[in-house]
C-alpha cells in the first residue's frame, strides 16, 4: 500500500468511511456529494487519494455507472461494517449520557406480579423503566440491560450488588377453596391439588414445597405436587382460578392477597433465598441507579404494608 504503515492506512480508510457508504448508497459520487453536504470535487479527491494509497482502482467509472471493482467491494464491505459499529457505538454513548431511562432486566413472573403494577408510581418520580422481561436473566451491562433485578442466595461475584429484601414461602389459594385456612391441615394425603414451580424446585433458590416442607416445624414430609408449571405467574394464576393451593413468596402474592384473589394457607417459612440489584461498579455510581434503588426499597416496604405477614419459621 504505497509503503504506508497500516496503521496509516487503517485511520485513513476509517475517516473515510461515510464518505464511501455514501457513494455505495447512492450510486453517484453527485448525489453522494449532495448528500454529505460537500463539492462533489471533495468527493472525488477523497476516492483518489485512497486509490493512490492503496494501489488499486475502488470504482470503475463510466459516464452513466460508477460500479465497485473487486478491490472496492472488500473496502465498501469494510466501510460500511465501521459505519455501523459506530452508529451502534454512538446509541450506547447516547445511553451513557442520558441515564433519565434505565433498562431493567427481571424475570417474568417478578415482572406481572409486582414491578409492572407500580410502573406508574416509577414514572410520578421521574424514574423511566424499560423491562427486559427474560426467564434466564442477563448480566447487566451486557449492552442488553443496566441493572438485573434477581432472587436467589447470591452474592454474584463479579457485580455490584444491593439488597432488596429478604423473603419467605407461603401457599396461597383462592378464598373459599379452603372452609378454615388456619387450622387446615392441607399436607396431608388426601389434601387438595399442589401447584408447583418447576424452575424455582431445580433453579437453587428453594422456592418448592420440599424446601417448604423442610422449614415447618413439624412432621411434614415433602408432598407430591400435582402440578407444575414452568413460571411462577402461572402457577399463581392457576391458583386465583380455584386448581389448587400454589406455592407464593414476597412480593409475588402481596398485591392478589389485598385484591381479594388469593388468602394465605398455612404459616410461611423464611427462605436463604433474596431479592437483589445487580448491576456494574460504574452504573452504581450514578444518581439514577441511585434513585432506582431507593424508589425500589420504598417500593418493597409498600407492598410488605399491604398485607400484614405473621412472623416467618426459620427453616
Given at each position: 500500500?504505497?509503503?504506508?504503515?497500516?496503521?496509516?492506512?487503517i485511520?485513513?480508510?476509517?475517516?473515510?468511511?461515510?464518505?464511501?457508504?455514501?457513494i455505495?448508497d447512492?450510486g453517484?459520487?453527485?448525489?453522494?456529494?449532495l448528500?454529505l453536504?460537500l463539492?462533489?470535487t471533495?468527493?472525488?479527491h477523497?476516492?483518489?487519494?485512497l486509490e493512490?494509497?492503496?494501489g488499486?482502482?475502488?470504482?470503475?467509472?463510466?459516464t452513466?455507472?460508477?460500479?465497485?471493482?473487486?478491490?472496492g467491494?472488500?473496502?465498501?464491505?469494510?466501510?460500511?461494517a465501521?459505519?455501523?459499529?459506530?452508529s451502534?457505538?454512538?446509541d450506547?454513548i447516547?445511553?451513557?449520557?442520558?441515564?433519565?431511562?434505565?433498562?431493567?432486566?427481571?424475570?417474568s413472573?417478578l415482572?406481572?406480579?409486582?414491578?409492572?403494577?407500580a410502573?406508574?408510581?416509577?414514572?410520578?418520580v421521574?424514574?423511566?423503566?424499560?423491562?427486559?422481561?427474560?426467564?434466564?436473566?442477563v448480566a447487566?451491562?451486557?449492552?442488553?440491560?443496566?441493572v438485573?433485578?434477581?432472587?436467589?442466595?447470591g452474592?454474584?461475584p463479579?457485580?455490584f450488588?444491593?439488597?432488596?429484601?429478604d423473603s419467605?414461602?407461603i401457599?396461597?389459594?383462592?378464598?373459599?377453596?379452603v372452609?378454615?385456612?388456619?387450622?387446615?391441615?392441607?399436607?396431608?394425603?388426601?389434601?387438595?391439588?399442589?401447584?408447583?414451580?418447576?424452575?424455582?424446585?431445580r433453579d437453587g433458590?428453594?422456592f418448592?414445597?420440599?424446601?417448604?416442607?423442610?422449614?415447618l416445624d413439624s412432621?411434614y414430609?415433602?408432598?407430591?405436587?400435582?402440578?407444575e408449571?414452568?413460571?411462577a405467574?402461572?402457577?399463581?394464576?392457576?391458583?386465583?382460578?380455584?386448581?389448587?393451593?400454589?406455592?407464593?413468596r414476597?412480593l409475588?402474592v402481596?398485591?392478589?392477597?389485598?385484591?381479594?384473589?388469593?388468602e394465605?394457607?398455612?404459616?410461611p417459612?423464611r427462605?436463604a433465598?433474596k431479592?437483589?440489584?445487580?448491576?456494574?461498579?460504574d452504573?452504581?455510581?450514578?444518581?439514577t441507579?441511585a434513585?432506582?434503588?431507593h424508589?425500589?426499597?420504598d417500593e418493597?416496604?409498600?407492598?410488605?404494608?399491604?398485607?400484614?405477614?405473621?412472623?416467618?419459621?426459620?427453616?
Open positions: 500500500m504505497n509503503g504506508l504503515p497500516v496503521s496509516d492506512c485511520s485513513r480508510l476509517a475517516a473515510a468511511a461515510p464518505v464511501l457508504v455514501a455505495a447512492e453517484s459520487l453527485s448525489r453522494a456529494a448528500r453536504g463539492h462533489q471533495a468527493v472525488s477523497r476516492v483518489k487519494s493512490d494509497m492503496l488499486h482502482a475502488i470504482f470503475l467509472r463510466t452513466r455507472s460508477l460500479e465497485p471493482t473487486a478491490i467491494r472488500i473496502v465498501l464491505e469494510a466501510a460500511q465501521t459505519a455501523s459499529a459506530w451502534r457505538g454512538l450506547r447516547a445511553r451513557e449520557v442520558d441515564r433519565d431511562r434505565i433498562v431493567l432486566n427481571l424475570s413472573s415482572a406481572m406480579k409486582w414491578l409492572i403494577p410502573l406508574g408510581r416509577a414514572q410520578e421521574g424514574i423511566e423503566l424499560s423491562l427486559d422481561v427474560q426467564d434466564h436473566l447487566p451491562r451486557s449492552g442488553v440491560a443496566d438485573s433485578l434477581r432472587f436467589g442466595p452474592p454474584y463479579g457485580h450488588v444491593a439488597h432488596l429484601s419467605s414461602i401457599p396461597v389459594a383462592r378464598p373459599g377453596l372452609e378454615d385456612p388456619a387450622t387446615f391441615r392441607w399436607l396431608g394425603p388426601d389434601g387438595p391439588t399442589l401447584l408447583g414451580d418447576r424452575r424455582g424446585a433458590t428453594g418448592s414445597w420440599s424446601a417448604y416442607c423442610g422449614g412432621e414430609a415433602p408432598p407430591v405436587v400435582d402440578v408449571f414452568d413460571r405467574d402461572l402457577m399463581l394464576q392457576a391458583a386465583i382460578g380455584g386448581a389448587g393451593i400454589a406455592l407464593g414476597r409475588l402481596e398485591n392478589d392477597i389485598e385484591a381479594g384473589l388469593l394465605p394457607i398455612g404459616p417459612v427462605m433465598s431479592y437483589w440489584l445487580v448491576t456494574a461498579a452504573f452504581a455510581a450514578t444518581a441507579y434513585r432506582l434503588l424508589w425500589l426499597r418493597v416496604s409498600r407492598t410488605a404494608q399491604l398485607v400484614p405477614a405473621p412472623t416467618a419459621t426459620t427453616p
